[in-house]
């Protein structure tokens, strides 16, 4: 079953603007990540935040976890063309596994107009 | 150092064909999993292994067999291939089980007609 919903499903941007994307999940979690996919590739690990964590940055990457609201939230600031791609986010549960069976999202579509 | 090697990167099967994925890692990594990943669905993952000789399985393993038989290699078969297996498979590692960060190989994209 998904753990993880990524909001919006789709999210069209000018280039230099910021990008929000949210992951909402289900149950508690040891952490949670963000990965990032380019069209026709592999997923690449972004950045990963510990449940006991409240925010975390990554060069233009800003990621905030809430868990009492069971939520992230994923900032890319100036945003580039080359930020286009798809961005998952992956939840670490304990009820599901932990860290053996990491579950993701549906992602979101990201498009950066020159 | 090539990472996570998967072959064929395109595949098209008649349904009742059988046929393996391949999926290779050169980093030692002790984990390995391969996940399908379908339109408006996500990742799913199919089965796992946390060392060689252990296998265990994912959210939609039903049509699927894994082994380990080496740190190295970690196979994905279709016994008897149908439409519903049409999809992205990915294979992902990483160091030991509970590590975080996952490392994917470039997909297989697989049609079952």
């Known amino acids: 079953s998904q753990q993880g919903e990524e909001d919006p499903q789709a999210l069209s941007i000018q280039e230099g603007e910021n990008a929000t994307m949210n992951c909402s999940y289900k149950t508690s979690i040891n952490n949670l990540q963000w990965y990032r996919q380019n069209s026709g590739r592999g997923l690449v690990h972004l950045i990963l935040i510990r449940s006991n964590e409240r925010e975390k940055h990554s060069g233009r990457l800003r990621v905030t976890l809430d868990t009492s609201k069971k939520s992230s939230s994923l900032l890319i600031t100036a945003s580039r063309a080359a930020d286009t791609a798809s961005y998952f986010c992956?939840?670490?549960?304990?009820?599901?596994?932990?860290?053996?069976?990491?579950?993701f999202g549906k992602g979101t579509k990201l498009t950066v107009n020159p | 150092n090539a990472g996570v090697t998967q072959t064929p990167k395109f595949q098209v099967l008649k349904t009742g064909q059988s046929m393996t994925l391949q999926c290779a890692q050169d980093m030692n990594h002790e984990y390995m999993s391969w996940y399908r990943q379908d339109p408006g669905m996500g990742l799913r993952l199919i089965h796992y292994?946390?060392?060689?000789?252990?296998?265990d399985q994912g959210e939609v393993p039903n049509g699927y067999n894994v082994s380990r038989s080496t740190t190295e290699d970690f196979p994905l078969r279709l016994l008897s291939a149908a439409p519903s297996q049409t999809s992205v498979y990915f294979c992902a590692t990483k160091r030991t089980a509970t590590n975080e960060k996952l490392f994917f190989g470039s997909g297989t994209q697989l049609s079952v007609l």
């Open positions: 992956a939840t670490d549960a304990r009820a599901q596994g932990g860290s053996e069976k990491l579950v």
């Open positions: 292994s946390v060392g060689a000789g252990i296998t």
